[in-house]
């Protein structure tokens, strides 16, 4: 091959001849420059990093997704290595969004940074139903491990669809088919027939908004049949539950309850009517056969009498108490007396009072005499 270059306009031509070979050995040497330079950048920060004692602890190992009914939850096995302080990790998650949009970048998962425990819940980040890249890494202290990913990526419609809990139920002449609280994003799909007769089977669609179905205009007396499972986007779906059988008792039966209801507050009522004119025009004699009084205690008695052990001596002293008050106050009475006879000069009326002590002298006992001497005097 001949390659001829210009000097300049006008100039002389300057021409060189090159070998084949040495045009391929240049192409090579520029291919192989461009290729190894990304990788040399690489292996040039990683050995900064190790140098600078950042990456001295193992990485999370055993990271999988468990995910159920659409509940997604991160785990991984507990860091082996000793640490002085508590082992914290943190997961990052990236989906179609990051890659085509942010050029690439990893997005923390927002309750999952710094934690203790080995487990993240990522039920709300991973919203679509895209393919996504999940990490995780460990921290002690100031040192950090390398990032473990998850391998192979997650995508929600790997979910794992649980068997539907479900109650059955008559109710009148309708049917009553009640679940939990259903799945996010999904749906129910249930299926009622009329047993012996399951190819006439009817399908009804439940959103996760709905826990309860009435299926009404059945045959009173028949016998009903329901089967369910979740179904995500027709294409993800659970087992199926076991059948579960009931009996249409019909229409008759929705005033039952009331009128029971009713006899039973009308009979309660003449009941408590019966009782309360038996009390009310009950003989005395019979209601205090039925309605017996039981007496007081003599304790509580207000008209008891306390008995006090005395000596003849006490005992006659006591009964002649109400004389001496009476004594008493007939000598206040001739002392006022007395008082005014003085006043009028009239003295003859004081041995007369003396005379009426005297005379009760031989009906007092010796001892009331003696106690009641210095008051005589006194008169």
Known sequence: MQVTRGVGHGGPDASRHFPPFALDLNTVVMSLRWTLRPLLMMMTMVLLDLKNGVWMLPAPSRVSMESVDMRHILRWRPLQASCNTSVLYSVQFQGEFELTVLNSSWVDAPECQQIHYTRCDLTFDLGSDSDYNVHVRAQCGSQLSAWTELNPPFNRRD????????????????????????????????????????????????????????????????????????????????????????????????????????????????????????????????????FHKEPLPRSLRPDWDIEIQMSPEQAELCEQTPMVQSIESELQQSKTEAAITSQEGQSSELPFTVDLVESYHSQLPQEILLEHKFNILDL
């Open 159 to 290: 979910t794992v669809l649980a068997v539907p809990k479900m109650t059955v139920s008559a109710v009148g002449g309708a049917l009553q088919v009640s679940f939990d609280r259903l799945p996010r994003t999904v749906s129910v799909s249930v299926t009622v027939w009329k047993r012996g007769d399951e190819l006439q089977a009817a399908v009804y669609k439940l959103h996760a908004e709905q826990t309860v179905l009435y299926v009404a205009a059945l045959q009173e007396g028949a016998e009903y049949c329901v089967r369910a499972q979740t179904v995500l986007d027709t294409q993800l779906q659970s087992s199926s539950t076991d059948a579960h059988c009931v009996s249409i008792t019909g229409p008759v039966a929705a005033w039952k309850k009331p009128t029971t209801v009713t006899v039973t507050v009308i009979i309660m009522a003449g009941v408590l009517f019966a009782v309360f004119w038996s009390i009310v025009h009950c003989h005395p004699d019979t209601c205090q056969t039925y």
